[in-house]
């Protein structure tokens, strides 16, 4: 893929090597303006600062940050500079894209002194004036791919000053454990949904943020208390960004690793064996900024999974996923751009078909589009069969209102109905690759539609067997898969009702448990359950194993007994012989259907940050 986007847009490389405002000056005007488009995590403003004091003098230098009730001064400063021939940044002007005619019509009437020169920078905007845009000389500013570049550009904002502050060393190394952590985090989004389950925008805010803690901790010479650092970067900075609990586990792990009396008291740090940080890194002994830029340039230009705590084969996960994504984003690109807007015929015809064929396919030789059913009753007695008649009862009625929704395009194409609002919404979604609303607010399924499709008619058919099961009674005894169910999380919900049933106690006095040698003695009801797939290590059934770079990204593991007992219980291990690890619906890691239990050798650190996780499906 890139060699061919190389040679259709005629570069040599496709990543630009970063760049460099002191050359770009070279090439600038002082009637052009200069637009510097950042990316979220990026922040060009220390650069330019640095610049400025170089060319012109930091007193010659001006900046607005845009904003409420920025705009007087923003233009009261530019008609200064302009007429004194200084330099003015105006900062994040995607925030004040209503007044940007007005700043156009202020610099067309501009007669600047040679010196003078504008900067200007946004964020990618849709209403952003394209007069303004044409006239700007635009440059991109984006976060440094890799480890490496992002430490250099970390070292290059900090002072010599600002690191050597007081001659404290542990303060210094203390702030290189912050620029890694910082780097980690921002870097370990190249592997989402393994590294992370989703983007977060870390970003150099965040890094001065932490700064100023480490910089204010170490006033004073008291001593220094390291829980201060992990609460405030665990709950406010870093981990104010995340959602995801699994996410705010590896970063609390990151924060005990790398800021701890263990790493930086000054006794250590001869004798470290157990340091989390890769072996062309060991702490100088030193407050100068030169030896800590000296020991970054020593690591490889591209970054290895082992410096984020990622399995060895995590590039071949991370390949698997981006090329879905361009997959994805090519047929968004191959669709026509009149598909949605208006009704045509022919566009819908050849746009829909496939949708409508599969839908035809996926039905054939089955009865669930006829099927009568009834709700069910209150008088199942057992939840468990309560709850798979139930999810029966849904799915049959969410086939059935997929066909009536597909079977009305269809007539429309024919021309033998009208066309409604609800066709016309429903259509345009199917037309743009998107899963309709109206689906999705029924079962929360996959997004693409024809993988929604194929998930719906595989659950609806497999729980008809499950019915006969339970109603035979041999539901618990046959190894299951918990990826035939439309709710996973509500089956296992039930079973935790009926267990409280038969021991006549509280739910809230159970808690879950799960083995992977055996039975487990101490439950009244389990179940066995099988067709689980793994991410991020292996698994024999005995201990959890570290991935070879040539191990599959997704392996299966061995069937788990699965069962509620009571709280003052002994589970199957000790809490410190397993590990927590969550289980996913897919391997798109969106939703938990809950957490179990998997015995591990090692630090729990390593099966934390490697992204071990399971899944019921490999969608």
């Known amino acids: 893929m890139a060699a061919f986007a190389s040679q259709a847009l005629g570069m040599r490389e496709l990543s630009p090597p970063p760049l460099n405002l002191k050359r770009l000056y070279a090439e600038t005007l002082e009637i052009e303006p200069v637009l510097i488009i950042i990316s979220p995590g990026a922040d060009p403003s220390q650069e330019l600062l640095e610049l400025a004091s170089e060319t012109v003098g930091r007193e010659n230098y001006h900046e607005v940050a845009m904003g409420q009730g920025q705009a007087d001064l923003a233009l009261a400063t530019l008609r200064e500079c302009a007429r004194s021939g ?88 203390a702030l290189f454990c912050l620029a890694w952590f910082h780097a980690v985090c921002q870097e370990r989004r190249n592997y989402i949904p393994q590294g992370w389950t989703k983007f977060y925008e870390f970003s150099l805010s965040d890094l001065r943020a932490g700064f100023d803690i480490i910089d204010r901790l170490f006033e004073g010479g008291k001593a220094f208390q390291w829980e201060f650092v992990h609460g405030l970067l665990e709950n406010a900075i870093y981990g104010g960004r995340m959602d995801s609990l699994c996410d705010l586990r590896v970063l609390r792990s990151y924060l005990l690793q790398f800021f701890s009396a263990r790493l930086l008291s000054p006794t250590h740090s001869r004798a470290r064996k157990s340091s989390p940080f890769p072996t062309q890194i060991s702490l100088p002994s030193s407050c100068s900024v030169l030896d800590y830029r000296g020991m970054i340039e020593n690591l490889p230009e591209d970054d290895r999974p082992a410096f984020f705590g990622l399995p060895a084969n995590i590039e071949r996960s991370s390949q698997r996923i981006i090329s879905s994504q361009v997959i994805s984003q090519l047929r968004i690109l191959s669709r026509s751009v009149a598909a949605g807007s208006k009704f045509d015929r022919e566009v819908w015809s050849s746009g829909l078909s496939p949708v409508l064929n599969l839908w035809k396919k996926l039905n054939q030789g089955s009865s669930l589009i006829h099927q009568k059913v009834s709700p069910p009753s209150e008088s199942q007695g057992s939840p468990i069969l309560s709850f798979i008649v139930l999810e029966q009862f849904n799915g049959i009625r969410l086939v059935q209102s997929i066909h009536q929704s597909l079977a009305a395009v269809s007539k429309v194409i024919r021309g033998t109905s009208l066309l409604t609002a609800d066709v016309h919404k429903l259509a345009t979604a199917l037309l743009n690759q998107e899963c309709p609303l ?153 939703r938990v259907v809950t957490n179990i239990d998997v015995p591990c050798g090692g630090s729990p650190d390593q099966w934390i940050q490697c992204g071990a996780a399971l899944f019921l499906t490999q969608q």
């Open 86 to 173: 200084e330099w003015l940044c105006l900062k994040n002007l995607h925030l004040v894209t209503a007044w940007l005619p007005l700043l156009e019509k202020e610099m067309n009437a501009m007669q600047p002194k040679a010196g003078f020169r504008l900067w200007l920078t946004a964020e990618v905007h849709p209403k952003f004036t394209p007069i303004l845009l044409q006239s700007s000389l635009k440059i991109t500013y984006e976060a440094p791919p890799g480890l490496k570049k992002n430490l250099l550009r970390t070292y290059e904002s900090w002072s010599a000053e600002q690191v050597s502050k007081g001659g404290q060393l542990t303060r210094a190394q």
């Open 438 to 590: 109206s689906w999705q607010n029924k079962w929360e399924g996959p997004e693409d539609p024809m993988q929604y499709l194929r998930a719906v008619v595989a659950r609806a058919l497999a729980i008809q067997s499950w019915v006969e099961k339970a109603e035979k009674q041999s539901l618990l005894t046959d190894t299951l898969d918990l990826s035939e169910l439309f709710h996973p999380d509500t089956f296992l919900n039930a079973l935790r009702q009926e267990t409280a049933r038969s021991r006549g106690c509280s739910m809230d006095s159970l808690k879950f448990v799960a083995s992977w040698r055996s039975s487990i003695s101490a439950a009244t009801l389990q179940v066995k359950v099988g067709g689980l797939k793994l991410e991020g290590c292996s698994f024999d059934g005995n201990r959890l194993s570290e991935n070879q770079h040539d191990s599959p990204s997704v392996s299966a593991v061995p069937s788990c007994y699965m069962a509620w007992i009571p709280q003052s219980a002994a589970g199957s291990y000790g809490p410190e012989e397993c590990i927590s690890l969550p289980v996913y619906t897919s391997a798109e890691r969106v």
